[in-house]
């Protein structure tokens, strides 16, 4: 496809099941990025990939977050044992080369999360 | 201190006039700024991005940067209703690929 897509678009947990998110990022694209977006505030950076490579998840809140991409296109987020303060968009974004400071992400429309 | 500061308004102007947008970032080594819009419900989308100090225009949109006041701004000339939705300001950090997005600047053009 044209652009990054996320599934599902929405997703109901109930507190202490598994969840998990997946991300189709534009064809080509080396770096893939996930962020967490509270309501009313800005998206947070989770974790990043440099092709199947998880070179930074520094942002994951706890261990019950974690993040692959085992050949390098696809990404899945899970989260284990969900929590209310889960709850929030989970956003993907990729951008075409090798990450740097420079390099403009492109994101998709993210999974609204909302754990009961 | 938050490392990147935006107003959150809501910054409300009539149809035809020009928005503002303001914002600050605490990290001197930000070399590069983005601005996303994100309506609502919406993932962001790209709409400017500079690199170095002064002014960067591109159709309704300007972008101004001051490194030395730590300081990135978004003008929108002739603002429509279409206009109206959150504006993302995020640097890029030091050698980092990580963006710090600001909590986001609300606009609403009134028609």
């Known amino acids: 496809g044209a652009g990054v897509s996320q599934s599902p678009r929405y997703k109901v947990a109930k507190r202490g099941q598994d969840v998990a998110l997946r991300c189709d990022p534009i064809?080509?694209?080396?770096?893939l990025f996930w962020y967490q977006q509270a309501l009313g505030q800005g998206p947070e950076f989770l974790t990043y990939f440099q092709n199947e490579a998880q070179l930074d998840k520094s942002g994951l809140p706890s261990d019950r977050f974690f993040a692959e991409r085992p050949e390098g296109s696809v990404s899945t987020l899970k989260i284990q044992r969900t929590q209310q303060e889960d709850s929030a968009v989970y956003l993907c974004?990729?951008?075409?080369?090798?990450?740097?400071?420079?390099?403009?992400?492109?994101f998709g429309d993210g999974t609204r999360l909302s754990i009961l | 201190q938050k490392e990147v500061e935006q107003n959150s308004g809501p910054l409300s102007v009539p149809e035809g006039a020009i928005a503002s947008l303001n914002c600050t970032y605490s990290?001197?080594?930000?070399?590069?700024f983005f601005w996303y819009r994100q309506y609502s419900g919406k993932s962001p989308e790209l709409i400017m991005s500079i690199y170095s100090n002064g002014d960067k225009e591109d159709g309704r949109f300007t972008a101004q940067l001051n490194k030395a006041s730590q300081y990135v701004s978004l003008l929108i000339r002739d603002s429509q209703p279409s206009d109206s939705a959150t504006y993302l300001c995020?640097?890029?950090?030091?050698?980092?690929?990580?963006?710090?997005f600001g909590s986001g600047t609300r606009l609403l053009v009134r028609p």
């Open positions: 990290d001197r080594g930000s070399q590069s």
């Open positions: 064809s080509g694209h080396v770096s």
């Open positions: 974004a990729s951008s075409l080369r090798t990450a740097n400071s420079n390099q403009p992400q492109h």
């Open positions: 995020a640097p890029g950090m030091d050698s980092s690929y990580k963006l710090i």
